[in-house]
């Protein structure tokens, strides 16, 4: 069974720093593409970035681009999102989620209807 599991949310301040962390069960990395998605209250769940785990590519939705980079370790399976200049609309659920593929990735992996499995969510607040 493949299950995602995510860790490191939490209380931050703006402009400060946090990683998340999503622990691949039941399944390895090189066979499945990564997402993470994250959704506020009263807003629809949207894409903030995926990583190929075969290829190592990566995407990233345009409001985290040149601020959060995600990352693999294959030997750990693990996916990590490093967050950083973190802003008050940064606070929602993250969700570490994951579909098998191998094939290339694109903008369109952003789109959560194609990822079959999903974590439980990570809080992250970002607030003074």
């Not at 903030?48 to 681009?65: L, R």
């Not at 399976?77 to 094939?103: F, R």
């Amino acid at each position: 069974q493949l299950k995602p599991v995510e860790s490191g949310g939490g209380l931050v301040q703006p402009g400060g720093s946090l990683r998340l962390s999503c622990g691949a069960s039941g399944f390895t990395l090189d066979y499945v593409i990564i997402g993470w998605f994250r959704q506020a209250p009263g807003k629809e769940r949207e894409g903030v970035s995926c990583i190929s785990g075969s290829s190592g590519k990566t995407i990233y939705a345009d409001h985290v681009k040149g601020r959060f980079t995600i990352s693999r370790d294959n030997a750990k399976n693990t996916i990590y999102l490093q967050m950083n200049s973190l802003k008050p609309e940064d606070t929602a659920v993250y969700y570490c989620a994951a579909y098998y593929d191998v094939g290339p990735i694109s903008s369109s992996n952003l789109n959560p209807s194609r990822y079959s499995y999903w974590g439980q969510g990570t809080q992250v607040t970002v607030s003074s």
